[in-house]
């Protein structure tokens, strides 16, 4: 069976530094990860899918075959990216995705 | 154009009533997905409607769980006999076929 994990709960940065948040999955086949952000008092939303390889908002993922992982990161977080981040994993295109518990992301001042 | 909507937002409802929670996909979006996030846990798949095939109800955790999706558009989840366990944020998501999932902004479950 396919899972997510994300180890932490809550990642508390301040402005300005790096920001890399971890993602791990199970699944013996080829998958396709992805990213889903949800601000506050917003809807959840794609942030970003590792076969499009672009950045969003300035932040990348690169997927790791051999190490099974996600990792979402940005060089310089802002007071903005604080939100709930859900990486997630598809195995046929967006059908039927499963989520990690998600990663709450702080950015203080 | 307008997004995906979900009514109610909220619903109180006590253990052993049935409730029924309604989404209204983007239009013209051939797939109906439905999930339920529990405190503490991530988004779990419950059920998946794509066009006119049979609907993939792999993730529904019980048989008090039924949806159904009438004329390829609004979707309504049916929990029967609710429990508390069943308190949850049930979210509904639609796509154009396989591509990108459009979240509703959920409906809160509280069994009291």
């Known amino acids: 069976a396919q899972r997510v994990t994300q180890p932490e709960k809550l990642l508390s940065v301040f402005k300005g530094a790096p920001v890399e948040l971890k993602c791990n999955y199970s699944y013996s086949g080829s998958p396709e990860l992805f990213w889903y952000v949800q601000y506050s008092r917003q809807r959840l939303q794609l942030l970003l899918r590792?076969?499009s390889r672009e950045s969003i908002k300035g932040f990348t993922a690169d997927l790791n075959k051999g190490e099974t992982s996600f990792h979402l990161k940005k060089p310089f977080a802002q007071e903005e990216d604080s939100a709930m981040y859900y990486c997630?994993?598809?195995?046929?295109?967006?059908?039927?995705?499963?989520f990690g518990t998600g990663t709450r992301l702080l950015v203080s001042p | 154009g307008a997004g995906v909507s979900q009514s109610p937002s909220n619903k109180v409802t006590e253990k052993g009533k049935d409730v029924e929670l309604r989404c209204d996909p983007i239009s013209g979006h051939t797939a109906l997905y439905w999930y339920r996030q529990s405190l503490g846990q991530g988004l779990e798949f419950l059920i998946y409607?794509?066009?006119?095939?049979?609907?993939?109800k792999s993730g529904l955790p019980s048989d008090r769980f039924s949806a159904e999706r009438t004329g390829g558009s609004v979707s309504t989840l049916t929990i029967q006999r609710t429990q508390q366990e069943d308190s949850a944020v049930y979210l509904c998501?639609?796509?154009?076929?396989?591509?990108?999932?459009?979240f509703g902004p959920g409906t809160r479950l509280t069994v009291t």
């Open positions: 997630a994993l598809s195995t046929t295109g967006f059908q039927k995705l499963v």
């Open positions: 409607f794509q066009g006119n095939s049979a609907p993939d």
């Open positions: 590792h076969i």
């Open positions: 998501a639609s796509s154009e076929w396989s591509y990108e999932q459009y």
